[in-house]
C-alpha cells in the first residue's frame, strides 16, 4: 500500500521567515495530495490541495509544489506568522481509493 | 449545517468494556472514514466506507468494527477495548467527482478515548 514519509517532524522559525515541510509518497500511481493543519486540541483542516496534472498550486502565502518523477511534494509558508503555528499533515490518495494516506505530521512553531 | 459531528468528545473506558463511537455527517457525502490519532504517528486509517451498506477495512482495523446502513451515519464499535486503543479518534467525509476522484475530506471535531 501507500506509504508517507513527512519531515522534519518539528521546526521552528522566526516570524516573517518561510517555511517549507516536505514529504515523500511511495505509489506512483497517487494522484491526489492535500495539507492539512491542526491546531492544538482542534479537527485536521484542509487548507490546499494539488492532483498530479499540475506541478504547483499557490494560494497567498501558500503554496505546494509537485514533483511526480520524484515522488515528493511540498508545502511552503511565505511570510510565516504566529497564527500559522500548528502541527502539518501532508497526504496522498489516488483516484479509486476513497481514504488517505496521511504523513506523521510537522508541529511547526512561528516566534514572534 | 452541522458538517461532520461526532460523540462523545472524551471517554473512559475500562479494560474488556464496548463502545460505539458515533459520527454523523449531512453534507450527502458518499465517503466516510475512520482513523485515529497517536503522537508522532499522523492518522492511521481504521475503516472506511464508499456508501451505505459497503464497508471496508484500512491499515489497523483490528478490535474495531463498522456498519453503514444510512449515507448520514457510520458508527465505530470498539468490541473489548483494550489499553492500546487510548488515542484520538476521527470520524472524516468527503465526495468524488467522477469516478473516484477524491475531494477534500470534512473532520469531526474527535473523540479523546482513554481505555484504563
Known amino acids: 500500500g501507500e506509504n508517507v514519509e513527512q519531515h522534519p517532524s518539528t521546526l521552528s522559525v522566526q516570524e516573517g521567515d518561510s517555511a517549507v515541510i516536505k514529504c515523500t509518497y511511495s505509489?506512483?500511481?497517487?494522484?491526489?495530495f492535500p495539507w492539512y493543519k491542526q491546531e492544538l486540541g482542534k479537527r485536521p483542516q484542509l487548507i490546499i490541495d494539488i492532483r498530479s496534472n499540475v506541478g504547483e498550486k499557490k494560494d497567498q502565502r501558500i503554496a505546494v509544489t509537485l514533483n511526480k518523477t520524484a515522488k515528493h511534494f511540498s508545502l511552503h509558508i511565505t511570510e510565516t506568522q504566529p497564527e500559522d503555528s500548528a502541527v502539518y499533515f501532508c497526504a496522498a490518495s489516488k483516484t479509486g481509493r476513497r481514504a488517505l494516506t496521511f504523513g506523521s505530521g510537522t508541529r511547526l512553531q512561528v516566534q514572534p | 449545517n452541522a458538517g461532520v459531528t461526532q460523540t462523545p468528545k472524551f471517554q473512559v473506558l475500562k479494560t474488556g468494556q464496548s463502545m460505539t463511537l458515533q459520527c454523523a455527517q449531512d453534507?450527502?457525502?458518499?465517503?466516510m472514514s475512520w482513523y485515529r490519532q497517536d503522537p508522532g504517528m499522523g492518522l492511521r486509517l481504521i475503516h472506511y466506507s464508499v456508501g451505505a451498506g459497503i464497508t471496508d477495512q484500512g491499515e489497523v482495523p483490528n478490535g474495531y468494527n463498522v456498519s453503514r446502513s444510512t449515507t448520514e451515519d457510520f458508527p465505530l464499535r470498539l468490541l473489548s477495548a483494550a489499553p492500546s486503543q487510548t488515542s484520538v479518534y476521527f470520524c472524516a467525509s468527503s465526495y468524488s467527482i467522477g469516478a473516484g476522484v477524491n475531494t477534500e475530506a470534512f473532520f469531526g471535531q474527535g473523540t479523546r478515548l482513554t481505555v484504563v
Open positions: 453534507m450527502n457525502h458518499e465517503y
Open positions: 505509489d506512483s500511481a497517487s494522484n491526489y
